[in-house]
């Protein structure tokens, strides 16, 4: 892996999140987890860039996230479609799910990312947030995306170093 700059990866946070997916892992290697994330995003807030990200309550990666520092962000290719899907509906409570989706876990510095990553985003979180319903301009939001009333959690981290696989 080579370490870059942000402004150096060409694919649009849109296309990164919302079509390739992410892996959120927060721990280190005697423990850590990770889930599976279509919802987040780049950009520069507050003179610096940071990656948002979003975690329900009882996701096992938010207890993680919540005690550590760091989290990373990774997006792996096309061909570990599957393993991303294993981890967005397995629980790290309940099984190795790392080890059941085939990954090799791999530090990065101050947290746990994977060796199949493309790109791995190593972030200090900065901020966090709970969707508050009452802020919901469009409405439908609540009734389509918090039919539970599981509002998610908003971290928001400075991207400290960007690690691309060469």
Known sequence: MKITDIREVKESATVLFDEKWALITAGNKESFNTMTASWGG????????VCFVFIRPQRYT?????????FTVSFLPEEYRKALTFCGRNSGRDCNKVKE???????????????ESEITL????LYHQDINPEG???KSIDSTC?????????????????????
């Not at 780049?42 to 860039?49: A, C, H, V, Y």
């Not at 938010?62 to 760091?70: N, W």
């Not at 190593?122 to 979180?125: E, I, N, T, V």
């Not at 039919?147 to 959690?153: A, G, I, Q, T």
């Open 136 to 138: 919901l301009v469009d």
């Open 42 to 49: 780049l950009g520069e807030l507050w003179n610096k860039d």
């Open 62 to 70: 938010y207890e993680f996230t919540e005690r550590e520092e760091y």
């Open 146 to 166: 918090y039919s539970d009333k599981d509002y998610h959690r908003m971290y928001i981290g400075e991207i400290v170093k960007v690690f691309i696989k060469e």
């Open 101 to 115: 989706a085939g990954l090799t876990p791999a530090g990065f510095e101050k947290s746990m990312g994977f060796e």
């Open 122 to 125: 190593l972030c200090r979180k």
